[in-house]
């Protein structure tokens, strides 16, 4: 559901209600109002929290995961959207605050945090609940998997009851348009994910450890977030463990059985994956053959820790290397475990601290735009993704020093403050929301000026109660006006290397949003929105590890007195 197009479902359904310009600008003033003056509403919740837990929790904790990397999830991709989000809300824990004092006006990052999680909401599929708050969308995929002879007519929900799995459900729909191939699919028609009437086939496979593992640290990421929901946290915990056994007993990259999965969303490996899961895994378990999987100086060499490259250091959907790198350092730096663990992390400590350093626009290892934007993919197209991922665990690093009582960190000889890290993300993030060259946030409906054809057909085609066939959208595709809905909250694909870019429906490597990128967005907003106010809470260093036990056997107790 990542890279282009994503059909309908999860990831290409999008956005706001038919319009002018006027009336859009006039209705999102509104909706800035209305958001900002309450809580979380219910669906924005239901991203975050688990069953029973809306009306417990007053916060919301996030964090980061990336989940459902590999996949054209168009079906599946309804349950890793929602684990995909679910697990950027671990590894930034926050405590309530003690204390209450008069709110001052929301910052841009909490003003920009409410729109990117309406994007969420825009990208559901299946059934609908009435309070879904997008006008413009509907029931979508209701047939997926029901009608196709690879899924057995069945249902494509994952049983996180079973013991073990054979296989999984990687795709669903098909989108190979080469050799000029007009058979209807998910890249050739052009039509409201709700009026999709042509097959889309399902693709399960049977040795996918890369897809399973990330699978395995969404739902073991979760259980820790419901952790107060005993039942449902237990459930999610035992279908990451039956994931993650099936990822490791049948070993495969999932896009190597797939000439689509390996065309659009290709996977190089998956042993970051492993090291990935299997600190997720141990975190959400406590049991140690996770932690011993994680810190095996192999699987470390295997998954690229020792390589180096021009790629060293970028966390996305195709290698969670690094964010694996610092959710490790966290366990050093607040539970400090010792041998036989600490060869590895300390090892993964020291890396982090370089690739910190590789973010600061003192070195050299990326290039920046003239604007300041910095080049996570060297020059290619869609780089916001990377940056806000990068812009998050900038921050996330930068908290964990301070609650470690560490002012900041060494780069060779020079020592930097935390401050370096947290400016760092704000110059990126402040870049996206409009800070830059064109004067243009690169988030839908933030700010007086935002992408108005962003390439997704939910948000291009009026919901104007007709019914438009697999070509006879493309009129709404080509067509030079403003999308009809405001996808509020989509962080598009970005301008290219030279601060440039083109607001052409047509033109996804400018104009399409991701899941994997609203993520991040998502994940960096929170991190740094509410910063410097008084009720602002300070991260949690201990729940994340509530299944941990402790690292060091607890002393007997001493003889009771002697008496003769």
Not at 46 to 55: A, I, T
Not at 209 to 234: G, R, T
Not at 315 to 336: I, M
Not at 471 to 497: E, F, H, I, Q, Y
Request: one cysteine or more; proline letters at 7%; hydrophobic letters at 35%.
């Amino acid at each position: 559901m990542y890279g282009r197009d994503p059909w309908g479902g999860p990831l290409e359904i999008h956005a706001a209600d038919s319009a002018t310009d006027d009336d859009r600008s006039r209705n999102l003033n509104d909706f800035d109002k209305a958001a900002l003056s309450r809580p979380l509403d219910e669906t924005q919740q239901s991203w975050l929290l688990g069953p029973g837990e809306q009306k417990k929790k007053k916060y919301v904790d996030l964090g980061c995961i990336i989940v459902s990397r590999k996949i054209f999830v168009w079906t599946v991709g309804t349950i890793l959207a929602a684990a995909f989000l679910t697990g950027l809300i671990v590894l930034i824990i926050k405590t309530v605050p003690r204390h209450h004092h008069p709110e001052p006006p929301p910052d841009n990052y909490t003003q920009a945090l409410h729109k990117a999680l309406m994007f969420f909401n825009a990208q559901r599929s299946g059934p609908l609940p009435k309070h879904n708050n997008v006008s413009w969308r509907g029931n979508s995929g209701m047939r997926d998997g029901l009608s196709d002879a690879a899924a057995n007519n069945k249902n494509l929900t994952f049983n996180n009851s079973a013991d073990t799995i054979d296989k999984i459900s990687a795709q669903v729909g098909s989108g190979d348009t080469s050799g000029g191939s007009t058979s209807p699919n998910d890249h050739y028609c052009w039509t409201r994910p709700e009026d999709i009437d042509y097959p889309r086939p399902v693709y399960e496979c049977h040795a996918c450890s890369d897809l399973a593992a990330e699978m395995s640290a969404a739902l073991a990421s979760a259980s820790i977030v419901f952790k107060d929901n005993k039942s449902y946290s237990k459930k999610l915990v035992h279908g990451a463990a039956t994931l993650f056994k099936f990822a490791r007993d049948q070993r495969g990259r999932y896009s190597a059985g797939s000439a689509e999965a390996a065309t659009f969303y290709n996977s190089t490996s998956y042993w970051d994956e492993f090291l990935w899961g299997g600190a997720w895994m141990y975190y959400a378990t406590g049991n140690s053959s996770y932690l011993a999987l994680a810190t095996a100086r192999g699987l470390a060499k295997h998954a690229g820790a020792f390589w180096g490259g021009p790629n060293y250091g970028v966390f996305s959907w195709e290698n969670k290397l690094t964010g694996a790198q610092v959710l490790l350092s966290r366990l050093r730096l607040f539970l400090s475990p010792g041998y036989p663990y600490e060869d590895m992390l300390s090892t993964f400590h020291n890396q982090t601290s370089i690739i910190m350093c590789s973010y600061l626009p003192v070195f050299t290892s990326f290039n920046r735009t003239k604007g300041g934007l910095i080049q996570l993919n060297h020059g290619a197209p869609q780089p916001l993704q990377y940056v806000v991922n990068a812009a998050f665990l900038a921050t996330l690093y930068a908290d964990y020093l301070e609650a470690a009582d560490t002012p900041g960190w060494y780069c060779g000889p020079n020592f930097y403050s935390t401050k370096v890290l947290r400016d760092f993300a704000k110059t990126q993030v402040n870049y996206i929301l409009g800070k830059n060259p064109r004067k243009m946030s690169y988030v839908v409906g933030f700010g007086h000026k935002y992408p108005k054809h962003v390439h997704h057909r939910g948000a291009s085609i009026p919901k104007n109660r007709v019914r438009y066939n697999c070509k006879g959208g493309w009129k709404w595709r080509d067509t030079s006006k403003p999308n009809p809905n405001t996808l509020v909250g989509a962080m598009v694909g970005g301008p290219d290397k030279h601060d440039g870019f083109r607001d052409v429906r047509t033109n996804y490597n400018y104009t399409e949003p991701t899941l994997a990128g609203n993520a991040g967005l998502v994940a960096v907003l929170i991190a740094l929105s509410g910063e410097g106010k008084p009720s602002t809470p300070l991260i949690d260093k201990n729940t994340i590890f509530t299944a941990v036990p402790p690292m060091f056997p607890t002393p007997p107790p001493p003889p009771a007195p002697w008496k003769p």
